[in-house]
């Protein structure tokens, strides 16, 4: 039941009727329901692994306060092995079975691995990161362990992130999860204006360009100014989608008075890769520098030793989007982007003060945006053949071939909507760039508005969702994760 | 502040959804919504007429061959078939006319297996809602009951109530998308310097009549015929062969035999209902279809002279 269908609009009339009928802890039984069916809605059998997934990790971090020298340490890793076990297991089985058995054919052994087809439970990824964050954090004593399982269960299964995210920290999520059935309601509408924005970015944007990205499925056929309009496309389809799933969960959190944790800042206004990662899916990134850069010694070490863990981590979270080749290339390049930019502030001092100045920033942003997208090129080519096809092309070894593509598009009477498109992503980013905000912040400032204008944004941006839907909407990116 | 703020959207959604029902007022922006009436119409402009032909565009050669096979006058059979108007939207096309005081002496209907899959659509939807009269929504909901996602089915119920976009706009959907984005249906032409292999094309109006599909269906048809059987004295469900189903193949025999014996059981719990198996070997032929469900001009000239020959076997008066 993903945001932008009609059941999930049903779903939502029915569970606020419910939310605005009942009190205390009642209403948050009626949350926790709502959130299980929301999930079961995908494939009932998932639910039990997500319970399963509760229970663990409320009852050992129970055990992990109370519990003093090995034997905490102990029942950490028994927390850490179950939650990386089951995404190990769910994951990333059939992609190592697939990879081990290719790799022993490369070097002549025959061998009959098992096709593992193991179908992969919605938002995984999402809430494991989040259930192993709570443990680590109650074993770091940063947290006290939750003792109430209803406020745990909430803060696992709260339906607006549970299946993308953001992924939540326990310290700011479950005090907040413990309000919801001890205080009285108290809704923040401008919510409504969140869920308009993200559905529009979605359904009428995201869903609009995504037929041009369909270039990096043959990329050796493809003009390559085809393929760079492809990577455009892909750029701000994946931002407009994920950014708007996040928005639609911003705001729907917001109506039952939760505050997320902002998940973009316009991250195509970056000017370099640490830039970038502060921008972009900022839960993940916080959690990557939190949980795995910061253990593995951080910037702590030697300067060899800070890049092998910068990259360590990129490598990792190129493999957290998704078990195939690509990802992890998609990773590494970031990771090299980061290592190189730091290698480049400490071998030249004063690249700092010339990045500082106010007349390179966009130039440099500009140049950074197309870095990043021959980086989207990777993470959306599939296959490892794919990648390369499309790098050779983007990095012009064949040149770009601008006319003979626009002639054909003429020819095809394809022009207009190619124009209208380009108009639209230097557009976004040129917003990008003069508004370098969140979309929280930016929507806090359009509910300051008069009530009229307010109401007429807001209502036409649901109602344009509405009118440029796709006849079969599309599920969001980021669910594959 | 916070109510102040609620009217204030849902006056301007409001405003929008009056924008949106004359955006449906007009022949060109809203044509799905504009074909509703005409069947409607078409029954009331045709007092005379006895016998009605129902259900969607697989049934829209029935009435000539009724007028034949009975020897009937032209005006006394009307055609109130509507394009996409399976089993529900007959259901509710069927009530709406009872509810505008219209009896007939029998009321036909047609179904392939086409029709018992269920693919949800925004049309679809609005056609149900705009037909079907307010006191008599609780026989949609037991058929969505039957559906895959009952959820849906109650939203694009609540959409259509409040917005007409929904349903209606899908034809400007379109228009709009292309406008701005170009064709969506996945053309790699746009960027291809030399045309790849082509992709085979999808079995347009195909189903394969899986269990999950047939439930919707039957609960569908079973409504349908019994909002006939208030509408008319007798009622006939014609049981048409799509192109699947009309192959010579293990598989497709084993399908025709589940289609015909899940009807017969179903017309044996209703009084007053005929079933006519349109499933002669002569219309057994893929090559008179132009799609998966639709006959082409050859296949609906024999399948005229079959369904009238059936016809002139049956008796025109009532049935007991």
Not at chain 1, 209 to 230: C, G, I, K
Not at chain 1, 413 to 441: G, I
Not at chain 2, 296 to 307: E, F, P, Q, T
Request: proline fraction near 5%; charge should be positive.
């Amino acid at each position: 039941m993903s945001f932008t269908t009609i059941s999930f609009l049903t779903f939502c009339i029915v569970f606020f009727a419910g939310h605005a009928l009942l009190r205390g802890r009642a209403r948050g039984y009626w949350l926790l329901l709502a959130s299980a069916f929301f999930y079961g809605s995908w494939d009932v059998r998932f639910l039990a692994l997500l319970v399963g997934s509760v229970f663990v990790d409320f009852f050992v971090a129970l055990a992990v306060a109370r519990a003093e020298g090995v034997r905490r340490k102990r029942l950490l890793l028994i927390s850490i092995g179950f939650n990386l076990g089951v995404l190990a297991f769910f994951k990333y089985a059939g992609f190592f079975v697939a990879s081990a058995s290719e790799l022993l054919t490369r070097l002549g052994v025959a061998n009959s691995a098992p096709a593992l087809e193991i179908v992969l439970p919605v938002g995984i990824s999402f809430y494991t990161f989040q259930t192993l964050s709570y443990t680590v954090d109650v074993y770091r004593k940063r947290l006290p362990a939750c003792r109430d399982l209803l406020d745990f269960a909430l803060y696992v299964m709260f339906f607006p992130q549970l299946v993308a995210g953001p992924i939540e920290r326990a310290e700011r999520l479950l005090p907040q999860m413990r309000a919801v059935s001890r205080e009285p309601w108290r809704p923040d509408l401008s919510g409504l204006a969140l869920i308009a924005l993200g559905l529009f970015k979605k359904i009428a944007l995201a869903d609009g360009v995504r037929a041009y990205t369909d270039a990096f499925s043959a990329p050796d056929r493809a003009f390559p100014a085809a393929l760079w309009f492809a990577t455009y496309a892909f750029a701000f389809q994946i931002y407009w989608d994920f950014s708007g799933y996040s928005d639609v969960a911003i705001g729907l959190a917001r109506l039952l008075g939760v505050e997320l944790m902002s998940n973009f800042r316009a991250p195509y206004a970056a000017t370099g890769p640490s830039d970038f990662w502060r921008r972009w899916h900022i839960s993940l990134s916080e959690w990557l520098r939190d949980y795995l850069y910061i253990p593995l010694g951080g910037n702590r070490g030697s300067a060899l030793r800070t890049q092998r863990n910068l990259l360590l981590t990129m490598l990792l979270g190129g493999l957290w989007h998704g078990a195939a080749w690509h990802f992890v290339l998609w990773g590494a390049f970031h990771g090299l982007l980061l290592c190189a930019a730091r290698a480049l502030a400490e071998r030249w001092p004063g690249w700092r003060q010339l990045a500082a100045r106010p007349w390179l920033r966009p130039l440099q942003a500009l140049v950074f945006f197309h870095i990043t997208c021959l980086g989207w090129a990777l993470f959306r080519a599939q296959t490892l053949e794919a990648c390369f096809q499309s790098w050779h092309k983007l990095l012009l070894f064949e040149g770009l071939q601008l006319r003979p593509w626009l002639a054909h598009l003429a020819e095809l009477q394809e022009l207009a909507p190619v124009y209208v498109c380009l108009a639209l992503f230097a557009s976004a980013w040129l917003l990008q760039y003069l508004q370098p905000r969140s979309t929280k912040d930016l929507v806090v400032q359009v509910w300051g508005w008069p009530l009229l204008p307010r109401a007429l944004a807001v209502a036409s941006l649901a109602y344009l969702a509405m009118l440029l839907a796709p006849l079969k909407p599309p599920a969001f990116i980021y669910f594959q994760f | 502040m916070r109510a102040r703020a609620l009217v204030a959207l849902l006056l301007t959604l409001a405003a929008l959804a009056w924008l949106d029902r004359w955006i449906g007022r007009w022949e060109e922006g809203g044509p799905y919504r504009q074909e509703i009436p005409r069947p409607i119409t078409a029954v009331m402009r045709a007092p005379e007429a006895q016998h009605i032909v129902l259900g969607c565009s697989t049934s829209n050669w029935f009435a000539p061959a009724i007028a034949a096979g009975w020897k009937l006058p032209g005006r006394e059979v009307v055609d109130a078939h509507m394009s996409d108007c399976l089993q529900a939207c007959t259901l509710a096309e069927a009530r709406r006319l009872q509810s505008l005081g219209r009896h007939f002496r029998t009321a036909t209907f047609g179904v392939n297996t086409f029709e018992y899959c269920e693919e949800y659509r925004e049309r679809r939807s609005m056609q149900e809602v705009e037909l079907m009269p307010l006191a008599d929504t609780l026989d949609l909901a037991r058929v969505y009951l039957h559906s895959t996602d009952p959820l849906r089915y109650a939203g694009g119920w609540l959409m259509n109530q409040v917005s007409l976009t929904y349903g209606n706009t899908m034809w400007l959907q379109r228009h709009a998308r292309k406008l701005w984005f170009g064709d969506e249906g996945g053309s790699s032409a746009w960027f291809e310097r030399e045309p790849g292999p082509r992709r085979k094309r999808s079995n347009v109006f195909g189903c394969d009549y899986s269990a999950a599909d047939r439930d919707f269906g039957l609960a569908a048809t079973r409504g349908a015929l019994r909002a006939m059987l208030d509408l008319a004295d007798r009622v006939q469900l014609v049981l048409l062969p799509d192109r699947d189903y009309a192959a010579d193949t293990e598989v497709a025999r084993t399908g025709r035999e589940l289609f015909v014996a899940e009807h017969r059981a179903l017309v044996a719990q209703l009084q007053r209902v005929e079933l006519i198996e349109l499933l002669d070997p002569t219309l057994l032929d893929p090559q008179l279809f132009r799609d998966g469900a639709h006959l082409n001009s050859r296949g609906v000239k024999r399948a005229r002279a079959v369904l009238s020959a059936s016809l002139s076997e049956l008796p025109q008066a009532s049935l007991p």
